[in-house]
């Protein structure tokens, strides 16, 4: 079946460090990628997607590539900040269903 | 656009007794409605998938009379916990998205605390 593996937290960053977190898939068909950002006590927020190949998204500075080559689509940020601070989860979605990782805990230090 | 409310945001209740969440898109028709369910740090899991106007389907392992689902409506989704017992207490988050689109726009969750 589809799975989403992500690199495992907890990030610990300071104020404007660079930001990369890895997220791979595997899964039948063309998915489509997602990442959502999760602040305490709340639900998720959709922050970026891409739909097909090599598509950028991009949001609030974070991006991502769909790499099909390597079934990857990690998120980048240039600059953090402290309330970028939030748990990060990267997603698939085919045939109408979607497919979670496990979060990666984002704290920045100011 | 796409903002998918719920309610209540928080309920405590005890044990034994039945708790509705609602789960409300506001601008948009949700033709399909997930329930998820989150352990404290850990990733969401789904509980069910609910189609306006037919039965939901439920994951493997969720017992679907316990966990009733309604989408009568294509706005309006509940989840009622019927019994509740304290290995209930978790947060409930509901999603929703349109006809043909791959985006889950989702609600701010539902912490259930079970006494």
């Known amino acids: 079946g589809d799975s989403v593996t992500q690199m495992e937290g907890p990030v610990t960053l300071s104020e404007e460090a660079f930001l990369t977190i890895n997220c791979t898939y595997t899964?039948?068909?063309?998915?489509?990628l997602f990442w959502y950002v999760q602040y305490p006590g709340e639900g998720l927020q959709l922050l970026l997607k891409a739909t097909k190949a090599d598509d950028k998204g991009s949001n609030k500075g974070f991006e991502a590539t769909y790499r099909k080559e390597t079934t990857s689509f990690h998120l980048e940020k240039g600059s953090v900040q402290v309330s970028d601070s939030a748990v990060y989860f990267c997603a698939l979605s085919t045939a109408g269903k979607s497919t979670f990782g496990d979060g990666t805990t984002l704290t920045v230090k100011p | 656009g796409a903002v998918v409310s719920q309610h209540p945001s928080r309920v405590i209740c005890k044990s034994g007794t039945s708790v509705k969440i609602e789960c409300r898109s506001l601008?948009?028709?949700?033709?399909?409605m997930f329930w998820y369910r989150q352990f404290p740090k850990q990733s969401l899991m789904l509980m069910a998938t609910s189609n306006e106007g037919s039965k939901a389907t439920y994951e493997q392992g969720v017992e679907k009379d316990k966990f009733l689902i309604n989408h009568a409506s294509l706005t309006l989704s509940t989840l009622t916990v019927t019994s509740a017992h304290p290995e209930d207490s978790s947060f409930y988050i509901c999603?929703?998205?349109?006809?043909?689109?791959?985006?889950?726009?989702f609600g701010p969750g539902t912490r259930l605390l079970v006494l």
């Open positions: 899964a039948t068909g063309y998915p489509s």
């Open positions: 999603s929703a998205r349109d006809l043909g689109i791959e985006t889950q726009y």
């Open positions: 601008d948009f028709q949700a033709t399909t």
